[in-house]
């Protein structure tokens, strides 16, 4: 004891989770399985750019077990924490390679991932851009062409109609002009690397179950259920108290697990089957 609290730092203490997790004991949110419970899958783009000319789903409904499959049509409406700048599943283009296009609930994961195989969707290639540098020139093709259309979320952000730039924010500080005018050496050089991502040992994976009483039950493997509420609030207009967002344990995040993805789609999985027999999980493996 020191001044009447107790010494924390320099002591060893067990974290409360460690016995848990050493034991292979801990349940993530991947192994929890309700009863009644439908499991979604979603069938992404195998183009970067392109407008979505068809999507078949014949197919894919003579899977047994399928309750539903939900394309863009459901919800053609842009959404995002930032920028309204996306509907959550591809609505007549797609933007970017492993774009949702389409969602499979049904029975079992196996039933979902068989159908979700089996949609079939027909393309018009677009132009694509392949780096940073290309998306800026003045000729690129431009992906988002209602960029200057879309609705702000927060008051700082300030895209660029007809580019590529979602925001430009210009910081000024100092006097760059006299800095280097008076610097003895100046060294220009480009730098590049390869892709990389956040490996936390858990997928991302949400459930949404929708109760009779309009509540919406949330579980995700997030480290933003305030975002979560936030985001089904405004564009589905849910009432925020009406939005319960449970995080369970997280098997690493990193910052990886900040955006709201998979929320959105597991809650319109939900809701094409009247949010009555359970919740949809949705697995961040793609097709």
Known sequence: MQNGFPKIVGTAEQRIDAVEKSTGNVKYLGDKLLKGMLHAKI???????????????????????VRAIVTGETFPFPIGPILADRPPIAFEKVRYYGEPVAIVVADYPYQAKQAANKIVIEYEKLPVVNSLEQAFQSDAPVIHEQLGQYTKIIDNVYPVPGTNIASHIKIRKGEFGQAWASCKDTITATYSFNLSDHAAME?????????????????????????????????????????????????GAFGGKGAVQLEPLAYLASSAVGGKLGSCIMNVKRI
């Open 203 to 251: 997928t991302r994976s949400a459930t949404v179950e929708i109760n009779p009483d309009g509540r919406v039950i949330v579980h995700s493997t997030s480290q933003s259920p305030f975002t979560i509420k936030k985001i089904l609030n405004q564009f589905f207009n849910i009432e925020v108290g009406k939005v319960v967002v449970h995080i369970p344990m997280l098997g």
């Open 43 to 65: 069938a992404t783009s195998t183009e970067a750019h392109a407008r979505i000319k068809s999507v078949d789903t014949s197919e894919a409904w003579k899977v047994p077990g």
